[in-house]
Every structure is written in structure tokens, then in C-alpha cells.
């Protein structure tokens, strides 16, 4: 079939929540989705056309169902798109169809095995999770649970694993928050050795039940291969992989020869697997390092980079890992992004540590959805080559300090490192006591007798915080 012309028929389109695009052509898809980033990354320089999907349909490796008693009887599905309510899914046309047989198969088995189902205070099941490698034909389960008891999970696995020959794990995870798909709780095998063995670009991956692996094969491979192509690695390249999950971009990239590979992500299981598919592949040069931003650029001090690429989650990139990067001075960041929103924001502000975009592409890995992935790779400017200015009128005079940051970056820092608001005049007041000179006439009283607030203690202390972290005292 012709998507790029044709619609793609779906009983369950504006009903089910997953895919928001049916109602167009692939073709109109796409050019939607080329819209957004050059509306939203344009500015940057010019935006390379999406690379799109041979097929479609059918693309999603990991399939997830959720389970709800509700009024004595069982709902069982995905989210519903007019309210959190769930939507009955026989056969959707963008999901594996062995990785969700999978999934049915649990659900014909509750019966069986007394099973009862959670209600939002008791009950055992939440959800069920299965991923299916695309090289290996692997499939990995998870039944996520409250933390009841779970009588006969051994017989109930392998009675499941027998119904679904390609099964070759599934565990139990605990999950007692108010998150119905979290996925970070106990881990218990209750069948196999708790993972599948999947290929990526030439690279065999080892994934776990609980570690991140992007849904969609064919697209990961072009994406993977572009943020390897940008970086131009070379032997003698120290390579930093931030947010690596399992290890992929930088196993991939690291495969070309370099010197040395460091990776980090705050998620223990993806980074034990990353040490793993490091061995798996033959590199005796890597490391990985387990924790949130702010606690692995502590660890990794000022060492120095040749390229690092980042894979962050939605949310983009913390400011202090921006910082790092900036100080550490790659010749090549490379950032993959599933937001092109907080990319942009990330890529405005890289700007600012003296870093330019030189190539943007977007690549669809989510066809039937508004999102797309997108690889940017940002060089270092070259001072002796490179001047920019772009001055508003009002900063030509600027004290030397005053350039430093603005009143408003002031109030910002301060905001989201110490919760505390600040005023302008609390800042001219900080700055006076640190003695740093202010325009003439800017922030004084209207007389020179006239009363003014003083900046309290607390604050006075977080506005200094601010100051030193721009430079200015």
C-alpha cells in the first residue's frame, strides 16, 4: 500500500490516544512534522528534509497494556483520548504483532491463574509490557504488579512462555506508586535470564526489561548512524555519552576507533547493561558511570572532550550538564533530541557558551504521531574566525560586569537554584555592596531621601550565588 497518498484506516482512530495523525496522508504527516521543526529550529540554520519510514506501520518493538478493575469487571487496554479512561485494542496497525500477542495472552490467562486486577487501592496486575528484538526475534515480558502477593508467578511464567514461543524472559516489577506505567520498582526473573540480545547498526545490544530502547528499529539505525556520521570520530577521540541508557550511540560510535568512551545515565539496570554491551562489542576503553547530571559532572571534573553527544529525555538537557559542556569545549557536541522544543531552548543557550549549529535532521521514529527525533550537531566557534555581535542599543552602555548576565538571567538563576524571587533593585543593591558599578541613575530613588526595601539575607546570599556562577564577582 501507498501510505504516502493513502490514509491509514484505523477502527480505533480518535478513540485510542497513541496516534494523532491518522486522519492524514504519511505525506501530509511528514510535511506537518517539517513545519514544527523549521518553525520551532530554523533559527539555528537550515533543516535538513525528515527522514522518513519505508512502512509506517507495524513499527513499534515494545508494546504496553494496562490493566483496571472497574465496577466488577476487568478493563484492559491503552489510554483512551478524550479522558485517562482505557480504549479495548484487538489489533493496532503500528505495533509488533508478536510483542502484542504477547501481551493478549496475559490477559487470557487471569482467570486461569486467579489473578486479580488493581483497582487504584488493591489488586495485583497494573500492566503488561512486551519487547521484541528485531534482528533475533527475542522478545522480553514484564507483568508490572502492586506489591501483593503473586501465588504461582513461577508456573504462571513459564505456562505464558509456553503459549508465546518467542519469549525468551519475563520478570516481575513492583510498581506501588501513583504512575500506572512506572516501570522502575523490584525486579524479579520469574523466567529465562532477564534479557534479549537485539542488533543495531553492525552492534549486538544486550536489553533488559526495564531499560530504555528506542521503539522503532529502522528508524534508531538512521538516526544512529547520523549522530555517528556528524561526529567524525577519530582514533585518538575521548568520547563522552550523556544519558546513554544501554550504551548504544556511544558502543556504536566508539566502534570506529577512539580513544576512549565514558557514558553515563541515571537509570542502574540500563547502565549495568551498558557495561555489558560494551564487552559484548569488544571495547576494552569504555566506562559508565550511574547518576543524575549534577552528581556525574562532579565526578568527571574538567576533563576534557573531543565529542560528546547527549540523549536526553523530553525534558532536555539540565543547565549544569550545559554548563559542563561549555567549559569542558568539545570541538563537537552532538545532540539527539525527542523534543524539538526544549532543543531549541538548549540550542539557544549553547549559543551562549560559544557554540554554533551546523547541522539539523530530523528523523520520523514515531509515524501516526506529531513527534519526531532530531540530530544536531553543534561545533565550537573558532575565535580567531568567527565575531558575532548582535547588541540592542540599550547595552552599549554596559558596564564590563553588566554584560556578564542580564537582570532577568539573574532572576532566573536564582529562581530555579534557590526558589527565591528576587527584584531588580535587590540585585542593584547586591551589586553595590560587591562593587559593581551601575549606570547612572539606574535602580536609584526617586529622591535621596527616599525609603527602599532592603534585600533580606537569604536572598542577598542566592543573588552572590548568581553573581560568582556569571562571573561577575
Same mark, same amino acid.
Given at each position: 500500500?501507498?501510505?504516502?497518498?493513502? +490514509?491509514?484506516?484505523?477502527?480505533?482512530?480518535?478513540?485510542? !490516544?497513541?496516534?494523532?495523525?491518522?486522519?492524514l496522508?504519511?505525506?501530509?504527516?511528514?510535511?506537518?512534522k517539517?513545519? $514544527?521543526?523549521?518553525?520551532?529550529?530554523?533559527?539555528?540554520?537550515?533543516?535538513?528534509?525528515?527522514?522518513?519510514?519505508?512502512?509506517?506501520?507495524?513499527?513499534?518493538?515494545?508494546?504496553?497494556y494496562?490493566?483496571?478493575?472497574?465496577?466488577?469487571?476487568?478493563?484492559? !487496554?491503552?489510554?483512551?483520548?478524550?479522558?485517562?479512561?482505557? *480504549?479495548?485494542?484487538?489489533?493496532?496497525?503500528?505495533?509488533?504483532?508478536?510483542?502484542?500477542?504477547?501481551?493478549?495472552?496475559?490477559?487470557?490467562?487471569? =482467570? $486461569?491463574?486467579?489473578?486479580?486486577?488493581?483497582?487504584?487501592?488493591?489488586?495485583?496486575?497494573?500492566?503488561?509490557?512486551?519487547?521484541?528484538a528485531?534482528?533475533?526475534?527475542?522478545i522480553?515480558?514484564?507483568?508490572?504488579?502492586?506489591?501483593?502477593?503473586?501465588?504461582?508467578?513461577?508456573?504462571?511464567?513459564?505456562?505464558?512462555?509456553?503459549?508465546?514461543?518467542?519469549?525468551?524472559?519475563?520478570?516481575?516489577?513492583?510498581?506501588?506508586?501513583? %504512575?500506572?506505567?512506572?516501570?522502575? !520498582?523490584?525486579?524479579?526473573?520469574?523466567?529465562?535470564?532477564?534479557?534479549?540480545?537485539d542488533?543495531?547498526c553492525?552492534?549486538?545490544?544486550?536489553?533488559?526489561?526495564?531499560?530504555f530502547?528506542q521503539?522503532?528499529?529502522?528508524? #534508531?539505525?538512521?538516526l544512529?548512524?547520523? @549522530?555517528?556520521?556528524?561526529?567524525?570520530?577519530?582514533?585518538?577521540?575521548?568520547?563522552? &555519552?550523556?544519558?546513554?541508557?544501554?550504551? #548504544?550511540?556511544?558502543?556504536?560510535?566508539?566502534?570506529?576507533?577512539?580513544?576512549?568512551?565514558?557514558?553515563?545515565?541515571?537509570?542502574?539496570?540500563?547502565?549495568?547493561?551498558?557495561?555489558?554491551?560494551?564487552?559484548?562489542?569488544?571495547?576494552?576503553?569504555?566506562?559508565?558511570?550511574?547518576?543524575d547530571?549534577?552528581? *556525574?559532572?562532579r565526578?568527571l571534573?574538567?576533563?576534557?572532550?573531543?565529542?560528546?553527544? @547527549?540523549?536526553p529525555?523530553?525534558?532536555?538537557?539540565?543547565?549544569?550538564?550545559?554548563?559542563?559542556?561549555?567549559?569542558?569545549?568539545?570541538?563537537?557536541?552532538?545532540?539527539?533530541s525527542?523534543?524539538?522544543?526544549?532543543?531549541a531552548?538548549?540550542?539557544?543557550?549553547?549559543?551562549?557558551h560559544?557554540?554554533?549549529t551546523?547541522?539539523?535532521?530530523p *528523523?520520523?521514529?514515531?509515524?501516526?504521531?506529531?513527534?519526531?527525533?532530531t540530530?544536531?550537531?553543534?561545533s565550537?566557534?573558532?575565535?580567531?574566525?568567527? %565575531?558575532?555581535i548582535?547588541?540592542?542599543?540599550?547595552?552599549? &552602555?554596559?558596564?564590563?560586569a553588566?554584560?556578564? @548576565?542580564?537582570?532577568?538571567?539573574?532572576?532566573?538563576?536564582?529562581?530555579?537554584?534557590?526558589?527565591?524571587?528576587?527584584?531588580?533593585?535587590y540585585?542593584?543593591?547586591? $551589586?553595590? +555592596?560587591c !562593587?559593581?558599578?551601575?549606570?547612572?541613575?539606574?535602580?536609584?530613588p526617586?529622591?535621596? =531621601?527616599?525609603?527602599?526595601?532592603?534585600?533580606?539575607?537569604?536572598?542577598?546570599?542566592?543573588?552572590?550565588?548568581?553573581l560568582?556562577?556569571?562571573?561577575?564577582?
Amino acid at each position: 500500500m501507498d501510505y504516502m497518498t493513502t +490514509k491509514r484506516e484505523c477502527k480505533y482512530a480518535g478513540k485510542c !490516544g497513541a496516534c494523532q495523525t491518522l486522519n492524514l496522508t504519511y505525506e501530509r504527516e511528514l510535511s506537518m512534522k517539517m513545519k $514544527k521543526e523549521i518553525t520551532l529550529l530554523g533559527k539555528f540554520g537550515h533543516v535538513e528534509e525528515i527522514l522518513s519510514m519505508p512502512c509506517p506501520v507495524r513499527y513499534r518493538n515494545k508494546v504496553q497494556y494496562l490493566f483496571r478493575w472497574d465496577r466488577g469487571r476487568v478493563n484492559y !487496554g491503552l489510554y483512551r483520548s478524550s479522558d485517562s479512561g482505557l *480504549v479495548h485494542v484487538d489489533d493496532c496497525m503500528m505495533e509488533d504483532k508478536e510483542a502484542a500477542a504477547v501481551c493478549h495472552t496475559v490477559r487470557r490467562m487471569i =482467570d $486461569k491463574y486467579n489473578i486479580t486486577v488493581f483497582d487504584g487501592r488493591k489488586g495485583l496486575l497494573r500492566h503488561v509490557m512486551a519487547r521484541r528484538a528485531r534482528s533475533t526475534g527475542e522478545i522480553v515480558c514484564a507483568v508490572v504488579t502492586s506489591a501483593g502477593a503473586f501465588p504461582n508467578a513461577k508456573e504462571f511464567a513459564e505456562d505464558l512462555a509456553k503459549r508465546c514461543p518467542g519469549i525468551r524472559s519475563i520478570s516481575r516489577i513492583i510498581n506501588d506508586t501513583e %504512575i500506572p506505567l512506572w516501570m522502575n !520498582g523490584e525486579e524479579t526473573v520469574l523466567y529465562g535470564e532477564g534479557y534479549i540480545v537485539d542488533e543495531l547498526c553492525g552492534c549486538p545490544f544486550k536489553i533488559s526489561a526495564k531499560s530504555f530502547y528506542q521503539i522503532n528499529p529502522a528508524a #534508531t539505525e538512521l538516526l544512529y548512524r547520523t @549522530a555517528v556520521d556528524y561526529a567524525g570520530i577519530r582514533e585518538t577521540d575521548e568520547i563522552l &555519552d550523556a544519558y546513554c541508557g544501554i550504551g #548504544t550511540i556511544g558502543i556504536i560510535a566508539a566502534k570506529e576507533g577512539c580513544r576512549s568512551l565514558v557514558g553515563f545515565d541515571v537509570n542502574a539496570d540500563a547502565v549495568r547493561d551498558a557495561e555489558e554491551n560494551a564487552k559484548r562489542n569488544g571495547l576494552t576503553n569504555a566506562r559508565y558511570l550511574c547518576g543524575d547530571d549534577a552528581a *556525574v559532572v562532579r565526578t568527571l571534573g574538567e576533563r576534557k572532550w573531543n565529542v560528546i553527544f @547527549a540523549d536526553p529525555p523530553r525534558a532536555g538537557c539540565d543547565r549544569k550538564f550545559l554548563d559542563f559542556v561549555g567549559k569542558a569545549a568539545p570541538e563537537k557536541f552532538v545532540y539527539v533530541s525527542c523534543n524539538p522544543e526544549t532543543l531549541a531552548r538548549d540550542m539557544g543557550y549553547m549559543k551562549k557558551h560559544g557554540y554554533r549549529t551546523e547541522r539539523i535532521q530530523p *528523523v520520523d521514529m514515531f509515524p501516526g504521531t506529531t513527534h519526531a527525533e532530531t540530530v544536531c550537531l553543534l561545533s565550537k566557534l573558532n575565535a580567531k574566525q568567527h %565575531i558575532e555581535i548582535n547588541l540592542d542599543m540599550d547595552e552599549l &552602555d554596559l558596564t564590563d560586569a553588566e554584560k556578564k @548576565a542580564t537582570y532577568q538571567e539573574i532572576k532566573d538563576y536564582v529562581l530555579e537554584h534557590s526558589g527565591l524571587k528576587v527584584s531588580s533593585l535587590y540585585i542593584a543593591q547586591v $551589586k553595590q +555592596k560587591c !562593587g559593581i558599578i551601575e549606570r547612572e541613575n539606574y535602580n536609584k530613588p526617586k529622591s535621596e =531621601d527616599a525609603k527602599q526595601p532592603q534585600c533580606p539575607p537569604d536572598k542577598e546570599k542566592a543573588i552572590k550565588e548568581a553573581l560568582t556562577h556569571f562571573g561577575m564577582i
